[in-house]
């Protein structure tokens, strides 16, 4: 799931750079998008798949979430968990605050060489690069424009969601959960779609909470949550989950349309991709599980190198541009997970 994940986000956010292809509607739900998509659904062209890559990859967000939720759970409340100091909230989160750095120190340190040497740098402020650093830039006004490269938004989302369930969820009932979620909704629900108060909320973590709530929930029910881990289980039949996969994929294109029904897209999004695992042969699943493997340097490394290759595409050699992209990613994340790798760990 987690090569599946970073193989979305890394495509979306490449393809959503491209002037003239259909953008997402990932914080705020504006109409214009949708036209766009049911625009190119209707007419496809030869850039369908990077239409729906820009306009669909970003859920691959939603699925980083539910496993960062249901991993917290298997870690942490399992009947041999790792222990925790009593009252030791702040070791906690220090802990994986210093996880989340050594990701992003190197990534970050990285990019803004590359974007110093390449024409059109951004402007960066020392105010807002201490705000990264520390992992609470997505507070600030207008997050969207303070903080770059765009996807290292998730590591003040992750810090947010550790101090949640560190404070509010850890071994509490589950119903807690339910309605941190549905408070979280609620908070989402009035706003104007297209307004900057829906756009703060979701660049925090009352935007991420339903996906890790699912992760938590799933992985606290023992006929479901325990079983991933135990792999000789009794296998589903082939049939439930290509049912699975066509109907989570129907609904998540239909959902995506309405305003109320688009912020549940991310519980179908879970779903497919859980079949998607199930439904792949052995070399498939292989390649997507070696991925998966460098996935957390994959992530803070494909930003890197969209910098240095969107040019192509905006040249209008969209294919070769991915193409290089993709290849490029995938080596240059191999590479940065040997420089994290001798970054020492922290303990908790």
């Known amino acids: 799931m987690r090569g599946i994940a970073i193989l979305a986000i890394m495509l979306h956010n490449y393809c959503h750079f491209i002037g003239r292809i259909v953008q997402e509607n990932e914080y705020q739900f504006f109409a214009s998008n949708n036209q766009r998509l049911w625009q190119v659904l209707t007419h496809p062209d030869a850039l369908l798949p990077v239409h729906l890559l820009s306009y669909f990859g970003h859920y691959g967000v939603p699925v980083f979430l539910f496993l960062s939720g249901f991993g917290l759970v298997m870690k942490y409340e399992t009947p041999s968990p790792t222990p925790l100091r009593e009252g030791g909230a702040f070791q906690f989160v220090k802990y994986h605050y210093l996880k989340l750095l050594r990701l992003l120190i190197v990534g970050f340190s990285i990019f803004l060489v590359v974007d110093v040497l390449v024409p059109g740098r951004f402007h960066f402020h020392w105010y807002n690069v201490i705000a990264q650093l520390l992992m609470y830039i997505n507070v600030l006004p207008e997050p969207d424009k303070i903080i770059w490269p765009g996807i290292y938004w998730f590591f003040g989302l992750m810090i947010q969601l550790y101090i949640v369930y560190r404070l509010f969820l850890y071994r509490q009932k589950s119903i807690w959960v339910v309605a941190l979620i549905a408070v979280c909704w609620l908070l989402q629900v009035f706003c104007d779609p297209e307004g900057e108060t829906l756009n703060r909320l979701r660049y925090n973590f009352i935007g991420g909470m339903l996906p890790f709530g699912l992760g938590i929930l799933f992985a606290r029910i023992p006929t479901l949550g325990l079983k991933c881990s135990h792999p000789g289980t009794k296998a589903v039949p082939r049939w439930e989950y290509i049912a699975a ?104």
């Open 245 to 348: 996969l066509l109907l989570s994929t129907a609904c998540i294109v239909a959902m995506s349309f309405w305003y109320h029904s688009w912020f549940f897209v991310p519980v179908f999004i879970i779903i497919g991709t859980v079949a998607s695992v199930k439904l792949m042969p052995g070399w498939m699943l292989n390649i997507v599980t070696w991925i998966g493997s460098i996935s957390a340097a994959m992530f803070v490394a494909h930003p890197i190198v969209r910098r240095l290759f969107i040019t192509i595409a905006w040249k209008q050699d969209i294919y070769d541009g991915l193409m290089l992209y993709v290849l490029v990613t995938i080596a240059f994340s191999w590479v940065v997970k040997q420089l994290i790798d001798r970054i020492p760990k922290p303990k908790l």
